[in-house]
Nanobody, 124 residues
Framework: QMQLVESGGGLVQAGGSLKLFCVASGRTFGSYAMGWFRQAPGKEREFVAAISVSGRIYYTDSAKGRFTISRDNAKKTAYLQMNSLKPEDTAVYYC??????????????????WGQGTQVTVSS
């Protein structure tokens, strides 16, 4: 079972940047698609970005042009670089892993491994 630990969250002013890290344990990180999701106060958790095993990348519309997802299989780490942050980006950010065929990459139900989350707060 792959375990995930996020870090890198914090408090930043609007327009600033943060880089989130998701470090995995176990030997099969390279076999997992990795996704980032977020949950704002009082809202449902939502998809942010995902990267497939082959490196194909998916973003939600609000993340396009501002966020960059990447992975380093040798380091068993997924990243989310967030630039031009806005107050509406404030949320707990979770990384998650999915394995299998026919993934949509955006559906939370496809992800069986989740981290504990890291808080991102963007002040105006």
């Amino acid at each position: 079972q792959m375990q995930l630990v996020e870090s890198g969250g914090g408090l930043v002013q609007a327009g600033g940047s943060l880089k989130l890290f998701c470090v995995a344990s176990g030997r099969t990180f390279g076999s997992y698609a990795m996704g980032w999701f977020r949950q704002a106060p009082g809202k449902e958790r939502e998809f942010v970005a995902a990267i497939s095993v082959s490196g194909r990348i998916y973003y939600t519309d609000s993340a396009k042009g501002r966020f960059t997802i990447s992975r380093d299989n040798a380091k068993k780490t997924a990243y989310l670089q967030m630039n031009s942050l806005k107050p509406e980006d404030t949320a707990v950010y979770y990384c998650a892993g999915a394995i299998g065929y026919g993934l949509t990459y955006v559906a939370q139900s496809e992800y069986k491994n989740w981290g504990q989350g890291t808080q991102v707060t963007v002040s105006s």
